[in-house]
């Protein structure tokens, strides 16, 4: 069964879906939004489990590819371009590859088309460990979880997700129960019967260690159009650490006649795969 996406439209031209990642919400991906608004109608979109979205049994990538999909057909988007960061990058290739001919060209930003063993143990076991019921604030939440999460950055984005209660306390808005217990399906790779033969663009993080040279086949057998820019200095939170430059790329493969190849010369972020 498809739920129907929490969502926000903004700016106007030709359509683009925005898909943040795991533990995140639509607001994570404002920056880009407001960035590409003057060139696109951007859609910006919870995901299940996720933000003011619906709640769900199930986190794997074919339900939310389709969730996807049913947004597009209630909004009446035929066709539309396609950018997600980590699961909603995945997410984003799952709908490309399910439904090739209602997408024109996707941008993935640092996750690749593959099984990644777990790698967020400390993080769900700090969620756990967090009884948002019992807290006074924030700052309350902040303190139990840094047993468990040193980066305090990471804190905060976590944290965004607990909202107030009107008798007391907080709550989390995302499915936590849910996305621990589907958390295999999270890591998962892309299913498909065959490639996205459009244009495809992967944006890595260049201190990031998601999209490495070893992929690069598996890249190749479902995007054969794909072409890899790496943004030095950044981690996996690319799109808030060089926005600008984020954006910039985005922007021009996007606008790009599909007849040429973006150019490298000039680019603010260097070509290719690495380990």
Known sequence: MTLELYHRVSGDGPPLILLHGLFGSLDNLNGVAHRLSSHFQIHALDLRN????????????????????????????????????????????????????????????????????????????GLAAVDPASLHSRTEGDRILADYVPEVAVRQFLLKNLVRREGGGFAWRMNLPVIRRCYQQVTA???????????????????????????????????????????PGTGHW????????????????????????????????????NE
């Open 50 to 125: 996720h933000g003011r979205s619906p709640h769900a049994s199930s986190m794997s990538y074919p339900d939310m590819a389709n969730d996807v999909l049913a947004y597009m057909s209630r909004h009446g988007l035929e066709r539309v371009s396609l950018l997600g960061h980590s699961m909603g990058g995945k997410t984003a290739m799952q709908v490309a590859l399910s439904a090739p001919d209602r997408v024109d060209k996707l941008i993935v930003a640092d996750i690749a088309p593959v099984s990644y063993p777990p790698h967020h143990d400390e993080i769900l076991a």
């Open 189 to 231: 790779g892309q299913q498909a019967s065959g490639p996205f033969e459009g244009p495809v663009l992967f944006i890595k993080g260049g201190n990031s260690n998601y999209i490495q040279a070893r992929y690069r086949d598996q890249v190749a057998r479902l995007f054969p159009r794909a072409e890899v820019r790496i943004i």
């Open 238 to 273: 690319l799109h808030a650490e060089k926005p600008e430059v984020f954006a910039a790329l985005c922007e021009r493969f996007l606008l790009a006649d599909e007849k040429k190849a973006a150019p490298a010369t000039g680019d603010p972020a260097e070509g290719g795969y």
